[in-house]
């Protein structure tokens, strides 16, 4: 299922090798472990991850600027970054704690 993205705007775009090259490699580096820094305890989230993350510039498909994310750390990330995100992360904030404290 495909999240209902409606950031057509987005210039993102993937290299070619990005399934079937960097993703593994990159979650293989990780040992398939999230890593999240937690703000509670300052340590890895450490999760199972499935996820590729870019830490900074989403056009630098470096391994220096990617890391593994478990779903919920990356849909906490992919939503602070999209266009529509103001409105789930208000939403988000009324459910529960302050979005610092969340593990
Ligand atoms: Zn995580």
Redesign the pocket.
């Known amino acids: 299922m495909k999240a209902a993205w409606n950031g057509s705007t987005r210039k993102e775009t993937l290299p070619p090798d990005w399934e079937t090259a960097i993703r593994p490699r990159i979650l293989k580096r990780d040992g398939y472990r999230?890593q999240?820094i937690r703000y509670d305890t300052g340590r890895k989230?450490?999760?199972f991850?499935n996820q590729v993350d870019h830490i900074h510039d989403r056009d630098d498909h470096r391994d220096s600027n990617l890391q593994s994310?478990?779903q919920?750390?990356h849909q906490i990330k992919s939503s602070s970054q999209g266009g529509t995100a103001a409105a789930t992360r208000r939403q988000a904030a009324k459910k529960r704690r302050h979005p610092g404290l969340l593990p």
Do not use: D
């Open positions: 999230c999240h989230c450490g999760a991850a994310l478990c919920h750390h």
